[in-house]
């Protein structure tokens, strides 16, 4: 069950907590694409604080909402670019993102193989998908009055096999949220800085998994191609002996 969008928007926007989170996983998204410029960029979930960093530098960033969770005008100052999604049937041309983020939608869909076909099919050859999910073995995934804490969390081995299953190759995986769910501002600022430094991704809140749209070419039949040259499979044959004639001389 998708997250109200009300629940989202109050957690990030108005608590401490939710505001720490936001920092620290724009962090994590900006260590894996460091470099967005000129391509579409687009998001499924409630991914809205964490494109605003690159909407300068991308050519286009749409935000999709799961028809369950709600949406809203997005950003708030400028033109929406915000938009309502069945999570099964994307308003997007197949192929026309280069870089997609989801968040706060695997975890709480009931399609989550629809999620991934469709993130599949709009990438570009090439593009690359960032999934963040909660990390099953974090704090965060224990605590419902947090958004991380509702859903199915994820370990880094089964969120990559699932993207596998949809032609999306895990290429790069990270983590953010190393500190307990505490509303003490300078506990989380330490908390965070530390566990980067150690690596400590297994007690990290959430888990971030880049993948590759991978493009294979589909099998050609064979086709009958005249030899211009002798086959090397019948180099050193020895040529069959000519008839002998049968007629009789005139």
Do not use: C
């Amino acid at each position: 069950m998708h997250l109200d969008v009300i629940e989202l928007r109050r957690f990030y926007y108005r608590s401490p907590l939710g505001r720490a989170a936001q920092l620290a996983i724009r962090g994590a998204v900006a260590a894996h694409w460091r470099d967005s410029r000129g391509g579409n960029l687009a998001a499924f979930g409630f991914g809205q604080p964490f494109l605003r960093p690159f909407r300068e530098g991308a050519q286009r960033v749409v935000s999709l909402m799961p028809a369950q969770m709600g949406a809203f005008h997005w950003p708030v100052e400028e033109a929406n670019v915000s938009v309502l999604a069945d999570e099964r049937r994307w308003p997007l041309a197949t192929g026309f993102v280069d870089r997609l983020l989801v968040i706060h939608a695997l975890e709480n869909s009931e399609r989550p193989g629809a999620v991934l076909s469709e993130a599949q099919r709009v990438l570009a050859p090439g593009g690359r998908a960032l999934v963040i999910v909660p990390n099953r073995a974090g704090l965060w995934a224990r605590r419902e009055t947090t958004p991380f804490g509702h859903g199915r969390p994820y370990s880094v081995s089964q969120l990559e096999a699932r993207l596998r299953e949809h032609q999306l190759e895990p290429v790069r995986h990270s983590a953010a949220l190393y500190a307990p769910p505490s509303q003490r501002r300078f506990w989380l600022r330490m908390a965070e800085a530390t566990g980067r430094r150690l690596d400590a991704q297994r007690f990290a809140g959430v888990i971030l998994v880049e993948a590759v749209k991978t493009a294979y070419a589909a099998p050609r039949a064979g086709s009958a191609v005249a030899a211009r040259t002798p086959l090397r499979a019948l180099a050193g044959a020895v040529r069959p002996a000519p008839k002998p004639a049968t007629g009789r001389a005139g």
